[in-house]
């Protein structure tokens, strides 16, 4: 079956410029010329287009282009190599939400008598480590308290508390320090805890839609390989 450009282009709602521009960028299979210097696609370029489009969602643009210029490279094993990579980051993604998910959980809420005025003595007391441990959280970003102008005094305010006490849950789950860091930067950008419970959900969307991507842009990429 002899296609053209439109062919391809009216399938996905695009123009016959960007199917030209996807063959030059190697993600559709170079096309036969007709003996007027015409583009003609087949079949295999169809599915190319189809597989490519299934996996943006999944992988982003770029990775699904690389993707596609590997399995048209022949060079199959690549292709692979950059599926794994974003299983793995879909695994990684899913893992610190999970690790946000129990950690809020456990987290039980602050008990300051003077909200804000908490030294580093008592509230590594509270937690039953040493001050060592925060002041180590501390060089590595974790939890950044402000110091008291007159005594040069660490004071943990609220959120500094919130925070420590998740670094604390975390880090009793086996979780490393730069894991931590991801998952408190989720918090404070939701604005805390009760907050971050909607951005928590919508996460979880967004990580089971992208599964289910993987799985659709896999079934088109099969398919791709299989056809002549």
Aim: glycine share 10%.
């Amino acid at each position: 079956m002899r296609l053209r450009p439109i062919d391809l282009a009216r399938e996905h709602g695009l123009s016959t410029q960007a199917v030209r521009n996807y063959e030059e960028a190697g993600i559709l299979p170079p096309a036969e010329r007709s003996p007027h210097g015409y583009r003609v696609y087949a079949p295999r370029h169809a599915a190319a287009l189809r597989t490519f489009l299934a996996l943006i969602p999944a992988h982003n643009h770029a990775t699904a282009g690389a993707i596609m210029r590997a399995v048209n490279g022949g060079a199959v094993e690549e292709a692979l190599r950059l599926i794994d990579e974003s299983h793995a980051q879909l695994a990684g993604d899913r893992s610190t939400l999970e690790a946000v998910e129990g950690a809020l959980r456990d987290l039980a809420p602050p008990r300051e008598p003077e909200p804000g005025m908490t030294l580093i003595g008592p509230l590594a007391h509270r937690l039953g480590i040493r001050p060592a441990t925060l002041r180590k959280w501390e060089r590595a970003g974790l939890i950044v308290p402000r110091r008291d102008p007159r005594t040069g005094y660490r004071v943990y305010s609220s959120a500094d508390v919130r925070d420590v006490l998740l670094a604390h849950q975390l880090r009793r789950g086996g979780h490393g320090l730069d894991h931590i860091a991801r998952v408190l930067e989720q918090v404070r950008t939701a604005g805390g805890p009760e907050p971050l419970q909607a951005t928590l959900r919508e996460w979880r969307d967004r990580l089971t839609a992208r599964g289910l991507a993987m799985l659709a842009g896999a079934a088109e990429l099969d398919t791709y390989l299989g056809t002549p």
